[in-house]
């Protein structure tokens, strides 16, 4: 089954850090770039970073620029969004989602994204 399932999320103090992970199954990940969104409640889904499939560069939105990672493990098949210094208005709904760009890579929602993984629940708050 092809498939992107994401996991780590929870209840986390504000200042704290979680990992999440975004494993691929039925295809090769390495073969695609990663991005990873979140959505709150009652808001639109928002980009927060990418990871290129080439050169493994990352891009953040400026909201956790210094704060979150994007990383990748190819032997594993699985993508990862550390955050650290967690903020109460970083809860949400996480999702990953692999694509293809000719270069680099976007956290554009709208993009035509091949994979979206079903979410994860990040709640900051203490």
């Known amino acids: 089954q092809v498939q992107l399932v994401e996991s780590g999320g929870g209840l986390v103090q504000p200042g704290g850090s979680l990992r999440l992970s975004c494993a691929a199954s039925?295809?090769?990940?390495?073969?695609?770039?990663i991005s990873w969104f979140r959505q709150a409640p009652g808001k639109e889904r928002q980009g927060v970073g990418c990871?290129?499939?080439?050169?493994?560069?990352?891009y953040y939105t400026e909201s956790v620029t210094g704060r979150f990672t994007v990383s990748r493990d190819n032997a594993k098949n699985t993508a990862y969004l550390q955050m650290r210094g967690l903020k109460p208005e970083d809860t949400a709904v996480y999702y990953c989602?692999?694509?293809?760009?000719?270069?680099?890579?976007?956290?554009?929602?709208?993009?035509?994204?091949?994979?979206w993984g079903q979410g994860t629940q990040v709640t900051v708050s203490s």
């Open positions: 989602a692999a694509h293809q760009t000719t270069i680099g890579c976007t956290y554009n929602p709208t993009w035509p994204y091949y994979y």
């Open positions: 990871l290129s499939r080439r050169d493994d560069k990352t």
């Open positions: 039925g295809f090769n990940l390495a073969d695609y770039a």
